[in-house]
Structures are given as structure tokens and as C-alpha cells.
């Protein structure tokens, strides 16, 4: 049982280089999350899709986009990387349409550096 | 908009005594209220949650937290630490409608001494 896949795990880049982080979940569920992560800051949500078809911003959207490819499916790209998107980025899934009463379940990360 | 504050960025306990992380939100619609675990060099477990009934909510390895509305808090507890407790925690809030996400704390790493 696999759960929240995200690839690549590791990942430096030089700045202004494109890139997309993968994710998908094999638990049909209706939402997926990308977070990321900062020493000291938490997670932060970037983007969020509440179902197949719907994606909405986060708190920290900005060089980001992302795209429901499907149910299973949600990717995030990085159009020209910066430095300050050196992180830990972690995908996200929750069976329901808001985390009600639903847990999210986390993949194991990937971690960004932009050079 | 809702938000949490968790009070703390480390603690430090000793193996066996008590363990309380403090968490505070901010809401304008009863919020549904989460405990995430964090290991290192791994995604997030969910330790408890609270959404509707009793303010005391048992998780998972003895944890416990209780939501107090008069107080907005809702703090995590565990009688008597353990070496395996020692983690970052993050608590985090809901609104609960539909297409809405959760929001995170900062996080608080905990340390168990021997």
C-alpha cells in the first residue's frame, strides 16, 4: 500500500531552472495538498485542490503552479526557480472535500535546493 | 482567516515526566483542531484530532489534548515521556467547509533526556 508518492526525494537546481515535483495517491482520494516546509516556519500551504478539476491558492502561491492532472494526480511547478525556494516541499492527501474529519496523509518529502 | 500560534519552538523533558506542547488559534467559526507528528527525515502522522463532542481527545502512544473555546488553546499532554516522543509536533486548525485547507503552526521540537 504505497500512499502519498512523491518524486523526486532530492533535487538542486540552479537559479532560473525549471522543474516539476510529482505526487500521487493511491487511496481515491477527493483532496491533495503541497506544503513546504522552513526551519522555523512550519508548513506552509502553497496550493490546495479540493477536488479532480479545482485547485486554489495557499498562503505562499506566489512561483508556483499546479495542476489536478486527476484524481490521483497533482503536480507543482517551479517556473524559475530562487534561492528562497530552497525547501522541503510535502504532498498531501484527505479522503473528504476539507479535512473535516479527515486526516491527511503526507508523502516523505522532497527537499529543494536552488543554487 | 484562522491561525494558530504554538508557544515554544523547543522543549525539553526529562524521560517519565510530563509532557505539555501549547497550542493556541485563532477562529472565526468553531475550528476542527489536529495534532501532527513529525520524525525525522519523514512526512507528518496524525497524533489526534478534535471536530465535534468531547473536549478531551485521546490519540495515538498516550497523547491527549483538550479543547477549551474559553481559553481558544488546545494543548497536547502525555503523563510520562518517552525516549521514541522525542519529534517535532505541529498543531493545526481547520474551518471545516468544504474546499478549505489546514493551516500549521510553526512546530515544536521536543527533546527527551535519559
Known amino acids: 500500500n504505497a500512499g502519498v508518492t512523491q518524486t523526486p526525494k532530492f533535487q538542486v537546481l540552479k537559479t532560473g531552472q525549471s522543474m516539476t515535483l510529482q505526487c500521487a495517491q493511491d487511496?481515491?482520494?477527493?483532496?491533495m495538498y503541497w506544503y513546504r516546509q522552513d526551519p522555523g516556519m512550519g508548513l506552509r500551504l502553497i496550493y490546495y485542490?479540493?477536488?479532480?478539476?479545482?485547485?486554489d491558492k495557499g498562503e505562499v502561491p506566489n512561483g508556483y503552479n499546479v495542476s489536478r492532472l486527476n484524481k490521483r494526480e497533482f503536480s507543482l511547478r517551479l517556473e524559475s526557480a530562487a534561492p528562497s525556494q530552497t525547501s522541503v516541499y510535502f504532498c498531501a492527501s484527505s479522503g473528504s472535500r476539507a479535512p473535516t474529519n479527515e486526516k491527511l496523509f503526507f508523502g516523505s518529502g522532497t527537499q529543494l535546493s536552488v543554487l | 482567516a484562522q491561525s494558530v500560534t504554538q508557544l515554544g519552538s523547543h522543549v525539553s523533558v526529562s524521560e517519565g515526566a510530563l509532557v505539555l506542547l501549547r497550542c493556541n488559534y485563532s477562529?472565526?467559526?468553531?475550528?476542527?483542531l489536529f495534532w501532527y507528528v513529525q520524525y525525522p527525515n519523514q512526512g507528518l502522522q496524525l497524533l489526534l484530532k478534535?471536530?465535534?463532542?468531547?473536549?478531551l481527545v485521546k490519540g495515538i502512544n498516550g497523547f491527549e489534548a483538550e479543547f477549551k473555546k474559553s481559553e481558544t488553546s488546545f494543548h497536547l499532554t502525555k503523563p510520562s515521556a518517552h525516549m521514541s516522543d522525542a519529534a517535532e509536533y505541529f498543531c493545526a486548525v481547520s474551518e471545516g467547509q468544504a474546499g478549505t485547507a489546514l493551516i500549521f503552526g510553526k512546530g515544536t521540537t521536543l527533546s527527551v533526556s535519559s
Open positions: 485542490s479540493a477536488s479532480e478539476g479545482t485547485t
Open positions: 478534535y471536530t465535534t463532542g468531547a473536549t
Open positions: 477562529s472565526s467559526v468553531p475550528p476542527y
Open positions: 487511496m481515491n482520494h477527493n483532496s
